[in-house]
């Protein structure tokens, strides 16, 4: 039996691109309320439906109208007080049941332990 050598297809190189390694890219993303720029994954994303409700979007990846907040209560209140989500989601109002929900999981937020180094 003969071994065959498969053949890759040569692509021919183009100048300028440059394919393999590449820098690590870390997505950043900033505080809507803090304007702290965050890896993503550091924030809780908030999406704007169709139907112009505002949800969480734990995933980070639905559709539509995103804004991030950090996982701070402090942000999530100032947000609410200074109607931050409404103008970053380019809503004319909060629906008032998505503003209990946003303002419960503020509350959750402030139970969990805060790893708050301080800044100097
Ligand atoms: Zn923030």
């Known amino acids: 039996m003969q071994k065959q050598h498969m053949q890759a297809v040569r692509e021919p190189m183009s100048p300028g691109k440059q394919s393999g390694q590449r820098p690590r890219h ?62 970053a989601l380019r809503l004319t109002a909060l629906h008032p049941e998505d503003r209990v929900v946003l303002e419960q999981f503020a509350q959750e937020l402030a139970r969990m332990p805060v790893d708050d180094a301080g800044s100097t």
């Open 26 to 87: 870390v997505p950043q993303r900033t505080c809507l309320s803090c304007r702290t720029t965050h890896a993503k994954r550091a924030l809780l994303r908030l999406v704007r439906t169709a139907a112009g409700r505002v949800e969480l979007d734990p995933t980070g990846k639905r559709n539509g109208r995103g804004a991030y907040l950090c996982l701070n209560r402090n942000c999530w209140e100032l947000a609410l007080k200074r109607r931050s989500i409404e103008r």
